[in-house]
């Protein structure tokens, strides 16, 4: 987007749409100096400055002409939902009042991102209470960008350290403007977050994989898996296309590629896939992968009819794994309190509306 094209259509450029190179391009097009941008983007990304009044050493003038061409943020923070675990949710409300949510979980090192690509999702996996609310729309990847933006001044100065794409949506079906997203992750000027600390989570398209591939920055790449065989996966992913076989081959390519591992993510759902038996099935399904798998115990989602299996069966279900050579990990599930978890977004909130 070019702030012309915003603003001939009466509205005003979000600056996180904008290159450094377009914002200052724009403003010695206004007769500024060209490195007055830098200065507005430090008072975005590193002074959490959310409105132009709030950016002190940039002169009335400039105000005035910001004011009137850009818009600091297109969204709005609706609500905060701490989940008392060092997880918190946030509602945004978009431009268009559509909602999306993103989830900021502090660890004592990281304090990681869980960002959407879309509002809701098509695919409507079976356990997933985002799938399970429909879909809305792509995101613009200025309304991803911003999500960390309205986090970071949830932070108390903390940097955000890490991002996935582990929220709403699939990031395959908006893939251009999620690599637009992470370039700004990525970039100097905005949130300068190392591109090995960002992980793109997706059911796993071949022809997606091979772009991931060959994106020039990289991302760690993580494939949702929950079935080593077919006919049970396309139970709890309807809408998978490719088969288990086909996509640990694409992971293996990616490998070979880029020299980077892949994780893969199984939701452990209790009686459906979490037997010692299939874990000798992803065992062997993952025979001469280099495969990482994160195990990722179910988060209830109200209106579902999934459950959590014990503590015990996961312990059970990694020792099988492990067992039988794998490299695994129980992943961590703070925010369930609050809904926040990684996805398990928006349900509860549409369950919550009479
Ligand atoms: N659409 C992408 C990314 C968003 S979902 C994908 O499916 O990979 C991110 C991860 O959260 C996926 O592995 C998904 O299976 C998992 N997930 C969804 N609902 C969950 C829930 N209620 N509890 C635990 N994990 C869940
Ligand atoms: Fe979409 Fe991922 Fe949820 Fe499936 S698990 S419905 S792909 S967000």
Not at 163 to 178: K, R
Not at 222 to 251: F, G, M, Q, Y
Not at 319 to 341: E, I, T
Request: overall charge positive; glycine content about 8%; charged content about 20%.
């Amino acid at each position: 987007m070019t702030p012309d094209e915003t603003s001939s259509a009466g509205r005003k450029t979000p600056l996180a749409s904008l290159s450094p190179e377009s914002l200052s391009g724009a403003l010695a097009a206004a007769g500024f100096p060209r490195y007055r941008a830098a200065q507005v983007f430090e008072w975005l990304y590193r002074k959490s400055a959310r409105a132009f009044s709030e950016m002190k050493n940039i002169g009335a003038s400039l105000r005035e002409y910001l004011e009137g061409h850009f818009t600091p943020l297109s969204s709005t923070l609706f609500a905060v939902h701490d989940a008392g675990d060092g997880a918190a949710k946030l509602e945004i409300s978009l431009g268009d009042g559509v909602r999306i949510e993103s989830v900021l979980i502090e660890a004592e090192k990281r304090l990681t991102l869980c960002v959407s690509s879309q509002a809701g999702c098509p695919l409507g996996c079976a356990f997933c209470a985002t799938g399970a609310g429909g879909f809305e729309r792509n995101l613009l990847p200025h309304e991803i960008i911003e999500q960390a933006l309205h986090a970071a001044s949830l932070a108390h100065g903390r940097r955000i350290s890490h991002v996935v794409f582990m929220g709403m949506g699939e990031p395959c079906l908006n893939l251009d403007a999620v690599f637009e997203a992470i370039r700004a992750f990525n970039a100097p000027h905005a949130f300068a977050i190392g591109a090995r600390r960002i992980t793109l989570s997706t059911l796993g398209f071949p022809e997606c994989i091979e772009r991931i591939a060959a994106f020039p920055l990289e991302v760690g790449l993580a494939l949702s898996l929950h079935a080593a065989d077919d006919a049970l996966r396309k139970r709890l992913c309807p809408n998978v296309r490719a088969t288990v076989a086909e996509t640990i081959r694409a992971a293996r390519d990616y490998f070979d590629r880029t020299g980077r591992e892949v994780t893969f993510e199984y939701v452990l759902l209790a009686g459906v896939n979490d037997s010692v038996a299939h874990a000798a099935a992803l065992a062997s399904a993952l025979t001469g992968s280099r495969a990482f798998v994160n195990l990722i115990p179910y988060n209830q989602s109200r209106g579902l009819p999934f459950k959590r299996p014990s503590a015990p069966k996961v312990v059970g279900f990694r020792r099988a794994l492990v067992a039988r050579g794998v490299n695994v990990q129980v992943r961590d599930s703070r925010g369930a309190a609050a809904g926040a978890a990684c996805g398990q977004l928006r349900l509860e909130r549409k369950a919550e509306i009479p």
